[in-house]
């Protein structure tokens, strides 16, 4: 695929000495170019219409019906046809948005143009085809008897880098002449460059030879996406809403033409993809547009960072481009990321359309990783399904929207770990919630929201601000070295639906005050966690107050104890372990923790098995 803006015939001039004239300018017929990026938009919706037949009918329908070797290899076949339709659907909807965005801008130097046209016609002066312009001579002002002589203005394209000349023509006419030039000037040079920029960015839009789109393709690809991004700011993404609020988004989207929606997806499918308020379905087919982006920026560099979150996001397509088994929810893709430590965010079961909605949110140490991509992503699959056993549907989310503290000494540093990061994350946990209240299709959805280790400090940060965390029906803490107020009453939606599960051996769960901290700081830089819990002052179990606030597990905390398996000891035959930590959300080593909180994201939380508080 390849193209040329061909305004000016004079593509590679870089905007000098370029030949263009305003009589040309004023000739060219954007309608063409509309319409000719009407036709790559036909031709990328077939072939995304092609490959969302290939993922979810054959691919889902031979996965389901057939096995063996063959099978697989069919499969696999349908995949790699999958991914050129994919291709091709980015490439020309990336055509087709470079045309549009072409044709807006000299549109745009086509009405200046005219209205410097124009005002010479009604004022009896001459443009010329060089763009200067002829004025007459003046009766007012006569000198010796004679009307002041006529004259021409020359343009100047830019006439702020113009020094004065010192002279003024007494002319009236002169003054608005020398405007009109000037006018004609500007639209003409704008129009030329306008021309040479988009010139080299179709010539770009190209493919290789050959069926294969690999790494390298998806490598081009981004940098053809990050080019017409560029150039498309002032026709598309300036009317993004990115400051609106969860319901203006909603209803933004809701307004746009089929076209419209198109290009916004083709071309920004990294802000469509991440906006709170847009419809689920979009934002996942969305995102995974923008994964395939995002993959082949990540396989372009060879630095650390960018090899890890490779390596996650080739798990999560992994996964996304799986058939789901017999009662598995399927996967949307809600976010996705590379800023920072990463972004994912990803649902079990569509949340706009069922009853009731689940939100994860991880802890210490959580990143963009190949871990996470297995572990915590299964967290809420799990989640799912078993909420999924008590009737109504229920979507379970894993949500990494938010910069979590990272540390390799693991638990130690949680202990020192301030609230700025759960203050941050608590803002953008509070508008993804609002994105999923405003879009959701039930009246009055139930929503839950459950915070692990440090995510409980982020969930709480997320109560504080002004309105709560929106839609929100229940608060779920597991793991938690506190949420940052000391009473269940604080958190906005009612001590009574607010639900902690503290395993006996889980050491976060009792960390201690920072009062506390200092007093036993020595045994902890010399043994570690394991020291400081068996032997410290930090361990008080006398006091309720933990390292975030007033422990959520105690009674004067005031929140719904469920009861969770003890987990394995901190220190047993193997060494020190902190896995009593990292449980609650295993079906097999912890099932009473996962039921318990499958039915509260159920809605059944009247059906939960307490236990006494600390």
Known sequence: MSGVGGVSGAGGAGGLGVALTWAQLREVKCAELEEAAEGWGRVSNRADAARDRIDTRIVNGVGRTQKGEAARAAVGRLRRLSENFQYIYTECGLLRTTLNSLAHELKAQQRVLQGALDDAAALKFTVHPDGSVTYPAADEGLVDGKPL??????????????????????????????????????????????????ARILRALKAEGGLGVGTATWTDAAGDAAAVREAANGYLERGIPTDASPAERKAWWAGLTDGQRDEYLAVYPDLIGNLDGIPALVRDAANRDNLQLLMGELAGRDDADAVTKLAALREIDRQLRAVPRPGEPPMYLLGIGDEGNGRAIVSYGNPDTSRNVAAYVPGLNTSLDEEFAKGDLKRARDLAIASNRYGDTTAAITWLGYDAPQSPDGLGSLAVAGGGRAEEGGRSFSGFMGGLAATNEHADPHMTVIG????????????????????????????????????????????????????????????????????????????????????????????????????????????????????????????????????????VADKASVDNMALIAAGRSHMVRTEEPR
């Open 452 to 587: 692990h280790s440090y995510g409980s400090r982020t969930v709480g940060a997320a109560t504080q601000r002004e309105g709560g965390i929106p839609g929100v029906d229940d608060i779920v803490f597991v793991g938690s070295p506190g949420v940052g107020v000391d009473s269940a009453d604080d958190l906005g939606v009612g001590r009574d639906h607010v639900f902690v599960g503290a395993a006996s051996n889980d050491i976060v769960t009792k960390l201690p005050a920072k009062e506390q901290f200092a007093v036993g700081a020595a045994e902890m830089l010399v043994g570690g966690p394991a020291a400081a819990y068996f032997f410290g002052d930090l361990a008080d179990p006398g006091d309720d107050d933990v390292w975030f606030g007033r422990d959520p597990a105690s009674e004067s905390f005031g929140a719904r104890r469920f009861e969770v398996g003890d987990g394995p000891p901190l220190v047993g035959r193997g060494g020190v372990s902190a896995d009593a930590h990292s449980q609650y959300f295993d079906p």
């Open 149 to 198: 002589a006529g004259g021409r203005a020359s343009g100047v394209p830019n006439p702020g880098l113009a020094g004065p000349s010192g002279l003024v023509a007494p002319n009236p006419n002169a003054a608005p002449a020398q405007d009109i030039a000037d006018r004609v000037a500007r639209a003409v040079r704008t129009a030329a460059d306008v021309d040479w920029r988009y």
